[in-house]
């Protein structure tokens, strides 16, 4: 079974760039996470989905950043303009429709901003 | 704000000895907690769980303990081996259960 697939791994960009970061969840899982980690803060949830529906932004750091899911196997969190404040690993999680059960984390990518 | 919160940045135990990793929370109304591990260049990956009507959850060599009354839970490793070192984080669930709040992880490095 695939697991949750981000693309890129690795972005290193200059300030004032657009940055996109993708996500494919795990197939049938209804809701969909994308999460920050900083040395400071750990992991910071973003913004949250179920059944491609935004539910929960407050996570969200500021109007520069947006998130999308257009269908329930794609997902982009987008920056716009980057900072170099905005340098960490973000990571997208999915899990199915039940509270409890544990979150699967993708692999992360790495976003350094120049 | 952390509610859950991971004082301890690093640990180091020579392997075979036991490990502790220790975590605190804010909200009492929490009732679900989770530990995951994270090693270098992966996402976390769930380990266990424990629920409030529990105080202690075993698998292997894995223990997570829960004092409801301080507000901590510990995860025990015992014996720790090489292959445990990576970061560990302690997450909790809010009241809808769709959202997960975790601490800043606890580097854990295990000496052979």
């Known amino acids: 079974d695939a697991g949750v697939i981000q693309s890129p791994r690795h972005e290193v960009t200059e300030m004032g760039q657009e940055v996109t970061l993708r996500c494919k969840p795990i197939?049938?899982?209804?809701?969909l996470f994308w999460y920050r980690q900083t040395m400071m803060r750990g992991l910071e949830l973003l913004i949250y989905?179920?059944?491609?529906?935004?539910?929960?932004d407050s996570g969200m750091p500021e109007d520069r950043f947006s998130a999308k899911m257009p269908n329930a196997s794609f997902s982009t969190l987008k920056i716009q303009p980057s900072e170099p404040r905005d340098s960490a690993v973000y990571f997208c999680?999915?899990?199915?429709?039940?509270?409890?059960?544990?979150?699967?984390f993708g692999d992360g990518t790495r976003l350094s901003i120049l | 704000d952390q509610q859950v919160k991971q004082n301890s940045p690093s640990l180091s135990v020579q392997e075979g000895r036991i490990s502790i990793l220790n975590c605190d929370y804010t909200?009492?109304?929490?009732?679900?907690f989770l530990w995951y591990k994270k090693y270098p260049a992966e996402g976390p990956t769930f380990l266990i769980s424990i629920s409030s009507i529990k105080d202690k959850n075993e698998d292997g060599r894995f223990t997570v303990f829960l004092n409801k009354s301080a507000k901590h839970l510990s995860l025990h490793i015992v014996p720790s081996q090489p292959g445990d070192s990576a970061v560990y984080f302690c997450?909790?669930?809010?009241?809808?259960?769709?959202?997960?709040?975790f601490g800043t992880g606890t580097s854990l490095t295990v000496i052979p």
């Open positions: 997450a909790a669930p809010s009241n809808t259960g769709n959202q997960f709040y």
């Open positions: 989905f179920n059944n491609n529906v935004p539910i929960d």
């Open positions: 909200n009492s109304m929490f009732d679900y």
């Open positions: 197939s049938g899982h209804d809701y």
């Open positions: 999680a999915s899990s199915l429709n039940e509270g409890r059960l544990p979150q699967h």
